[in-house]
């Protein structure tokens, strides 16, 4: 059964760090996209960054350019997500989802294979 996993998510202060990882079981990373995505409460999940099953390929929304980086260990089958600058409009529940879809823009509608989130809060 495909399961991820996420982890990292907490408490950090405007300007902080912290990085997100997705862990799989159940199945190997290496054939999939996998994507970050985002939702705060009142708002829509949004997809905050995608990458390629080689890793080659990345994708990031606008918002978080220059900011977050996405990578990947298909040895230790988990993607990570790297957030630095972190900001209040960056509070949201994170998720990692997978697909075997070929895309080229990072969609919730095109991952069907979801965990069950971990939350960040931005704060002073």
């Known amino acids: 059964q495909l399961q991820l996993v996420e982890s990292g998510g907490g408490l950090v202060q405007p300007g902080g760090s912290l990085r997100l990882s997705c862990a799989a079981s159940?199945?190997?990373?290496?054939?999939?996209?996998i994507g970050w995505f985002r939702q705060a409460p009142g708002k829509e999940r949004e997809g905050v960054s995608c990458i390629s099953p080689s890793g080659g390929g990345t994708n990031y929304v606008d918002s978080v350019k220059g900011r977050f980086t996405i990578s990947r260990d298909n040895a230790k089958n988990t993607v990570y997500l790297q957030m630095n600058s972190l900001k209040p409009e960056d509070t949201a529940l994170y998720y990692c989802?997978?697909?075997?879809?070929?895309?080229?823009?990072?969609?919730?509608?095109?991952?069907?294979?979801w965990g069950q989130g971990t939350q960040v809060t931005v704060s002073s």
């Open positions: 159940g199945f190997t990373l290496d054939r999939y996209v």
């Open positions: 989802a997978a697909t075997r879809l070929i895309i080229t823009l990072c969609r919730p509608a095109d991952f069907g294979s």
